[in-house]
């Protein structure tokens, strides 16, 4: 136990360091995501609670479905834990660089295993456990249980993470044991974009909108038979939404809650000692195994060739080769291009959204529904686009990774550099950001003002999201990430989520007030007065000073914080 607790003390002095940086100073960073988080927690309970309490008001199948509910949401906390597990675990036991360290200390490898195990199972679990106790918490608001649901909540959880850890390693140590760490990576990725994609197509395509169709209103008993959770005795989350049920609803068997609650705990504590036992076995050969070179797939090499020549030709020698190496990064790093299926996946499901819509069942005039959606389709493009902007755009500059230096050595001026890094971004942004909007427009048979009113915003819009992307990534960069897609989740990432929906918000809410004026003014027939049309121009007028302090205004701050990040060095 005493190695145990050596082998953990790292982590916990280096989370206390980062808490204390600068004399008390990082604390301001640590205390805003803490407020952030409690907020989002806060949003989240009032919406369970009112789903709830709806709920509650539907005669005959209202626990019903607020026992499906409860059902889905264990259900989908638990399979995001497994795939959260398999990804932490193979980081934390095979690819992290302290490894080799670790392995060459005079401990027993089953103490190390569970050393490393046991920091996979923090690392991975502990935000979507917080996140689950708001819709939890609803329950227990609305249902006024006893003290016993909350005991049960929260040993329940624990138990539940427990078993989505021990899932998730003893796969991991599986498929490293019958592949090299660094294939297995790319394996495990690849499927769980894929089944992402799968369960977000399959959910897109079951049709929800239906819920508005009157038509299938006599069909309430086959659309809450539909809907029902998939569900199965053998599921640890059908065991610990029998035990909550029983404290939720009064008067409720309780006989088999002892049985479950046995179950859970017993499954929990054997997935740990069958995981060290297994670990005994075949952790050292698949550690060795990671230790060799990932080998290349070669095929696609002119094509990688033109994609270059294609991409880096308006540039300058020196701002070409960055690009080159950027692209060639890109494309070798199967957690990059990968992505992209996900992004495809997003695009595909985001327009046949609006493909589906039931415009012609609506009581509001049709012409006012279709333009009026275009115009909000105008922000949620805009926020898709920020989306893909934090993942892709924002960690530009961190992607140089440890051999920044060399840019700072090089006589390349920094401020090229990041304008360079800005226009290799905007054409698919931009490109990404025309198809969103006329595609949708087209599917809303929007007027044809609408659309070009709502394709030159997207095309201005899209200048500011890219502009706040590059440079709040280089205010907050990150060189000594082990994953590039750690640099999205930092405070940085945050703050330009943020201010980029700032921005998408202020530029609908500037037209808001003209697009109201020309569509009343169409359906009433009557002729917009010079007050009105001085309105009109002041407001379109702000969105475009809005746009270029969005553009000028990071790419500023960016430049001073990476000249003064140079002069330190």
Not at 8 to 27: E, M, Q, T
Not at 286 to 310: N, P, T, V, W, Y
Not at 319 to 324: I, P
Not at 530 to 536: A, D, F, N, R
Request: overall charge positive; hydrophobic content about 55%.
């Amino acid at each position: 136990m005493g190695q145990l607790v050596v082998l953990l003390r790292p982590g916990l002095l280096g989370f206390r360091n980062r808490l204390s940086l600068n004399h008390g100073a990082g604390f301001k960073k640590p205390l805003f995501m803490a407020g952030l988080g409690v907020f989002f927690c806060v949003i989240l309970f009032v919406l369970s609670a009112r789903v709830l309490v709806y709920f509650q008001s539907v005669e005959m199948i209202g626990d019903l479905l607020a026992k499906e509910l409860l059902s889905m949401v264990f259900l989908t906390f638990f399979s995001v834990l497994i795939f959260s597990n398999i990804i932490a675990a193979l980081s934390t036991l095979y690819l992290s660089k302290d490894l080799e360290f670790c392995h060459s200390a005079p401990v027993p490898l089953e103490t190390l295993f569970t050393a490393r195990a046991f920091s996979s199972f923090l690392n991975s679990s502990w935000m979507a456990l917080i996140f689950a106790i708001p819709i939890l918490g609803a329950y227990g608001y609305v249902y006024a249980p006893g003290v016993g649901f909350y005991v049960s909540l929260i040993h329940l959880i624990l138990a539940m993470g427990l078993i989505a850890s021990g899932l998730g390693i003893l796969l991991t140590m599986t498929l490293v044991h019958v592949f090299p760490a660094q294939r297995t990576r790319d394996i495990i990725l690849l499927l769980s974009i894929l089944m992402v994609v799968g369960l977000y197509l399959l959910f897109r395509f079951l049709k929800p909108e239906r819920l508005v169709d009157p038509e299938m209103a006599l069909s309430v008993m086959q659309y809450v038979s539909a809907l029902k959770a998939p569900d199965s005795p053998y599921l640890p989350t059908h065991w610990i939404t029998e035990i909550l049920w029983a404290h939720l609803i009064a008067g409720s068997e309780m006989g088999s809650e002892v049985f479950y609650l046995l179950l859970t705990w017993s499954t929990a504590l054997t997935l740990v000692f069958v995981n060290i036992w297994t670990a005994s076995f075949i952790y050292q050969d698949g550690f060795s195994k990671a230790q060799e070179a990932k080998k290349r797939l070669m095929g696609g090499k002119r094509i990688l060739d033109l994609l270059i020549c294609l991409a880096t030709k308006p540039f300058k020698p020196d701002l070409a080769v960055v690009m080159a190496k950027d692209i060639r990064v890109f494309f070798r790093d199967n957690t990059q291009w990968s992505q992209l299926l996900l992004l495809f996946a997003l695009v595909v499901v985001y327009v046949y959204n609006f493909k589906v819509l039931p415009l012609e069942k609506s009581p509001l005039p049709l012409d006012f529904l279709q333009n009026g959606l275009a115009f909000l389709n105008m922000g949620l493009a805009g926020f898709v686009l920020a989306a893909v902007g934090v993942r892709f755009v924002f960690t530009a500059v961190s992607a140089e990774g440890t051999a920044f230096w060399i840019l700072r050595s090089s006589p390349m001026q920094l401020g090229r550099y990041l304008w360079g890094k800005y226009f290799f971004f905007l054409v698919p942004m931009l490109f990404l950001g025309m198809i969103l909007i006329v595609v949708t427009n087209n599917f809303l048979q929007v007027s044809r003002f609408m659309m070009l009113l709502s394709s030159a915003t997207m095309f201005f819009m899209v200048f500011g999201i890219v502009s706040l992307g590059i440079g709040f990534g280089a205010m907050y960069p990150r060189f000594d990430h082990e994953n590039i897609g750690q640099v999205a989740t930092g405070f940085g990432g945050l703050l330009y989520m943020m201010v980029s929906a700032l921005f998408i918000g202020a530029v609908v809410v500037l037209e808001a007030g003209p697009v109201y004026l020309l569509f009343m003014s169409e359906m009433k027939g009557r002729s917009i007065s010079s007050l009105e049309h001085g309105y009109m121009v002041v407001s379109f007028a702000g969105v475009l000073v809005l746009t270029a302090t969005a553009v000028w205004k990071p790419m500023g701050l960016g430049l001073k914080a990476l000249t003064a990040s140079k002069k330190r060095k």
